[in-house]
């Protein structure tokens, strides 16, 4: 069965249905040795050459395809490759000798935490459309004074210059004095949102960390600049939280966190008209993630999956790749 160019490429993974459109256009792809034509039907028949290469196609989604997890140290930068010189997530990751490796979302050099990475572009296109509202969470140092009337314009939305913006859901995570922590729950991922909200009501945050991306959590043994392939088991759920189908065709839809206060334990939320966070202190369950141990810190982690950054190698594979950022 035949389908467009954009879509068949993207889940072969050699990028986003954007990056395909963009090489498309630049006549960078060729089927059956004509210039490709943006939304032309192809198939796994088809002769498909990128920058002279063949491309080797498969109109089935299989087990073939990785998703891996990364936790991105601050000072690292989320393109393939930098003017200035600076380290990139590529650098760190594992090569593949299939496909390549499509970045889920950015974060900014300031921010450290969980970034996903696939082979399978359809995929990642999913998991980043605004459409498919997938939750991210992020562990907030806020450096000045939160008072509850903040709390609430930051959950009932605040204009900022792209537009109106608020959190889901906010956890007070403790701390003392100016340093506080709190757990924020949003589903969109706009350049430095989270940031920005924080300071429109006049407070910084002094560290940020992502901790949770739709249905995949940052492990705690997964230390900064360390990666972790994910298993079977929790790449089903995590096709299931888009509704796509995994491996052996069967659909698997995996239950998205209710967005009601209350509903995902430990997650208070703040309402106009009742009781919003106090300034107490939490009970006993913070987060280790917003911020860990020394002991966990100077830990090896806790399962021989966990890899370390390598010493050389992009991570690219030796898969043609479309210029520009990942």
């Not at 230390?223 to 995994?246: Q, T």
């Not at 206060?261 to 107490?280: C, H, L």
């Not at 009970?283 to 806790?302: F, I, K, M, Q, V």
Request: contains cysteine; charged residues 30%; positive net charge.
């Amino acid at each position: 069965m035949k389908e467009r160019i954009q879509k068949l490429l993207s889940r072969a993974g050699y990028g986003s249905r954007r990056e395909i459109e963009r090489m498309v256009n630049a006549g960078e792809i060729l089927v059956n040795g004509q210039r490709a034509a943006s939304g032309q039907a192809i198939d796994e028949n088809d002769q498909v050459t990128l920058r002279g290469q063949r491309l080797h196609l498969s109109s089935r989604v299989n087990a073939t395809h990785k998703v891996l997890m990364y936790h991105k140290p601050a000072g690292e930068v989320c393109t393939l490759s930098d003017p200035e010189g600076r380290p990139t997530v590529f650098d760190s990751l594992p090569k593949i000798r299939a496909g390549r490796w499509i970045m889920v979302g950015r974060l900014d050099i300031n921010t450290d935490g969980l970034l996903l990475f696939t082979t399978d572009g359809e995929l990642a296109n999913k998991l980043m459309h605004p459409s498919s509202e997938i939750e991210r969470e992020y562990a907030c140092r806020v450096l000045g004074e939160v008072n509850n009337e903040m709390l609430i314009r930051l959950q009932e939305g605040v204009e900022l210059e792209d537009g109106k913006a608020n959190f889901m859901r906010i956890k007070d995570a403790g701390g003392e004095g100016v340093n506080h922590w709190y757990h924020v729950v949003l589903a969109e991922g706009r350049n430095r949102e989270v940031r920005r909200l924080w300071e429109s009501q006049g407070v910084k945050i002094s560290r940020l960390i992502r901790v949770r991306y739709g249905n995949i959590m940052l492990p705690r043994y997964l230390r900064s600049g360390h990666h972790k392939e994910l298993e079977v088991r929790e790449l089903r759920k995590l096709y299931g939280l888009v509704n796509m189908a995994f491996e052996d065709g069967s659909d698997f839809t995996a239950e998205r966190p209710e967005r009601r206060s209350g509903a995902r334990p430990g997650m208070k939320s703040v309402d106009s008209g009742r009781t919003a966070i106090g300034g107490s202190h939490p009970s006993a369950r913070r987060s280790s993630l917003a911020r860990p141990s020394s002991s966990e810190r100077s830990s090896s982690p806790a399962r021989p999956t966990v890899s370390r950054r390598p010493s050389n190698g992009s991570g690219a594979g030796k898969r043609p790749q479309p210029r520009g950022r990942g």
